[in-house]
């Protein structure tokens, strides 16, 4: 297979493309990159439900349908994801791929026009998007934001993470916020989708079996009147290396399991640095497999918590462990994932636990390549934080990891702040 390539098709427009033959479909993704602010996150990732919502040609769901399916049965799904302090807006869309397709037909520059009619072309009315179509998705999309506050697992994280990064914007949610959806009108969100279009860096991605300097082609003529006007820079994420004095933090709600979560810096160790590698394995060995020492100790063993593992953030150097607890075993637990990560900082493995943190890390980076959603996500990152090595590339460093610079990494690790979230007071 041919080398991941990366290229400058217009300007602040980079496609990256990843030649595959493997798949039965072709993936191709447009995604806007904005500063992630609060003043523009729940418009910015209202933006894409209401591009999808209609087009000149194709004004209203059903008939986006019936094109799709006259493309094999394609899709086009808006996404709103957050690299780093990047809100990153737009589709994914997924198409049968022109090596399958009947003979002489070919999939991709009809799927390509028909999602650059989707970004540049929407369907308006009186000149800005449509109000039935503005209320529809505002309402949609305060759904969405409540659903993250009501799985409690997710949401304890993302309390973390906005103590964390507090006036940062790594604090904020990629969705905005409830009263600033109720706030859009459809000419505020024409405006800013005009701002979108002509300040964002466009990043493509395709992965699929066309030769590349024809998909590059016919992005760039499907494309050709995209409004620029500069100002495609993406802003670098703030990075703080170690804590101060730990934060406790406590809230309560209507849950009847107690989360603990507790945010870590990582001495500034992100996926830029050098020594990233040695962070997978420690994570790893912590607490980010079924083999590490959260999981057999704190769960298994002492069963302390329903659940309990770490994760790392790579583009912001934190990591966070999760755990979800009975009230009365919060402190004890707190305690223990303490004495477990002093463990590790002493390197205290054994030869097993090594073996098996590494092959889970090492798997799981490998199997993203089995995945086109997975590899157009991973790229995504790593074209925002400026970086180009591959999961392949990484996954080979990590096998080439000591378990000193492992335990070198651990000794970096500092409590920046706990979260716990507790049943409402009786």
């Avoid at 808006?78 to 302090?85: A, L, N």
């Avoid at 490998?366 to 590899?375: C, E, H, L, N, T």
């Avoid at 690790?413 to 007071?425: C, E, P, R, V």
């Amino acid at each position: 297979m041919s080398a991941v390539t990366r290229s400058e098709l217009l300007p602040g427009v980079f496609l990256t493309l990843v030649p595959a033959t493997k798949f039965k479909s072709s993936l191709l993704s447009m995604s806007l990159l904005a500063p992630l602010r609060q003043e523009t996150a729940a418009v910015n990732a209202l933006i894409p439900y209401l591009l999808r919502r209609g087009s000149e040609t194709h004004p209203d769901l059903q008939s986006i349908s019936a094109a799709l399916d006259l493309l094999y049965g394609g899709a086009v799904d808006p996404v709103v994801r957050q690299k780093g302090e990047t809100q990153c807006v737009g589709f994914v869309g997924s198409f049968l791929d022109d090596s399958f397709a009947e003979e002489g037909e070919e999939v991709f520059p009809q799927a390509a026009e028909l999602m650059a009619e989707l970004l540049l072309r929407p369907h308006t009315e009186d000149g800005v998007f449509s109000s039935d179509y503005t209320r529809q998705e505002q309402a949609n999309h305060i759904d969405r934001i409540r659903s993250e506050i009501n799985e409690k697992r997710q949401y304890a994280n993302q309390r973390v993470v906005e103590e964390m990064c507090a006036g940062e914007p790594y604090g904020l949610s990629r969705l905005g916020r409830e009263k600033e959806v109720e706030a859009i009108t459809p000419r505020s969100a024409w405006e800013q989708y005009q701002e979108l279009l002509a300040h964002s860096r466009l990043e493509l991605y395709y992965c699929g079996s066309m030769e590349p300097q024809r998909v590059r082609d016919i992005l760039k003529r499907v494309l050709a009147n995209l409004p620029r006007k500069g100002g495609y820079q993406v802003e670098e994420t703030i990075i703080v290396p170690c804590a101060q004095a730990p934060k406790q933090i406590e809230e309560r709600l209507d849950v009847a399991q107690g989360k603990l979560t507790m945010g870590f810096r990582t001495g500034g160790i992100t996926a830029a640095s050098a020594d990233y590698p040695a962070l997978i394995l420690c994570n790893a060995l912590f607490g980010g497999t079924t083999t590490s020492k959260l999981f057999l100790h704190v769960r298994e063993k002492l069963s302390l918590c329903y659940y309990a593992g770490s994760s790392v953030h790579r583009y912001k150097g934190i990591m966070i462990v999760s755990s979800g607890v009975e009230f009365s075993n919060m402190e004890r637990a707190e305690k223990e994932i303490m004495t477990q990560l002093e463990l590790c900082k002493k390197g205290q493995f054994e030869s097993w636990e090594v073996d098996g943190a590494r092959q889970y890390a090492v798997s799981s980076l490998r199997i993203i390549a089995d995945s086109q959603g997975r590899q157009e996500d991973w790229w995504l990152g790593q074209a925002v934080a400026g970086l180009t090595q591959s999961p392949e590339e990484l996954a080979g460093a990590v096998e080439a990891v000591t378990v000193e610079q492992a335990i070198a990494a651990a000794q970096k690790l500092s409590l920046d702040t706990i979260y716990f979230l507790k049943g409402k007071a009786v």
